[in-house]
């Protein structure tokens, strides 16, 4: 771990901070559409689109389907993921990871890793022993999952876009925690 790893912080928000933190998190997933990232968004969306995700995720938190992190450095919170809580009375095992993003200033720290390690622990609490999520097929954080020891279920072809409109494929993984 490197000086600049060791400065961060991973916090999970409560609704209040959740709504608090709308405008970092704003920033960090317009950034990432802005570079290229094939996050649910276009290249033609706009700060509104992104407040209102945001402010959705909050209400999620508030119900408490949704679990938010964010990662914290001294510039104030550069990542953030989510775990959703499955809500259906047949998978109450299951989980999914969704919107793992690391501002481009400040990846390849750790940062990417230490959100996942976090979630992945958070989800042990919680009794949720299956993890799920998926990812565009080109994309760093394919790698990053391979890494930190999901299995590949496969990749689905022409899945979604990317924000230039490009077509994807979107990769998806599982993680057993049993
Ligand atoms: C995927 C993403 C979250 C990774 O975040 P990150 O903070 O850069 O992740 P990490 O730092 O843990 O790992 C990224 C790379 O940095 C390297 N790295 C980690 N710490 C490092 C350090 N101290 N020095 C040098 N390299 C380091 C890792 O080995 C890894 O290398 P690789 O990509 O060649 O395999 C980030 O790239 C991102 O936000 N992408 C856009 C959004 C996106 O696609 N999210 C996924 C949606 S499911």
Same mark, same amino acid.
């Given at each position: 771990?490197? /000086? ?19 405008? /970092?998190?704003?920033?960090? =997933? ?16 706009? /700060? ?36 959703? =809580? ?20 400040? #990846?390849? *720290? ?6 996942? *390690? ?5 989800? #042990?609490? *919680? ?16 790698? =990053? ?31 057993? =925690?049993?």
């Amino acid at each position: 771990m490197n /000086a600049t790893s060791l400065a961060i912080s991973i916090e999970t928000l409560d609704a209040n901070e959740a709504e608090a933190a709308v405008p /970092a998190l704003v920033e960090i =997933l317009r950034d990432s559409v802005a570079d290229g990232a094939s996050v649910g968004f276009m290249s033609w969306n706009t /700060a509104a689109d992104y407040e209102r995700f945001w402010r959705d995720v909050a209400a999620g938190v508030a119900g408490g389907q949704v679990i938010l992190l964010a990662a914290r450095n001294e510039d104030g919170i550069v990542g953030t993921a989510q775990l959703h =809580l499955i809500g259906k009375s047949n998978q109450p095992h299951r989980a999914e990871i969704a919107k793992v993003l690391v501002h481009s200033r400040a #990846r390849r *720290q750790g940062i990417g890793e230490a959100l996942m *390690q976090r979630a992945e622990a958070i989800a #042990r609490e *919680q009794g949720r022993d299956l993890l799920v999520l998926d990812t565009d097929e080109h994309g760093a954080a394919r790698r =990053l999952y391979n890494r930190l020891g999901w299995t590949e279920a496969g990749t689905i072809p022409r899945y979604a876009l990317m924000p230039d409109g490009a077509e994807c494929g979107s990769t998806f993984f599982y993680k057993s =925690l049993v």
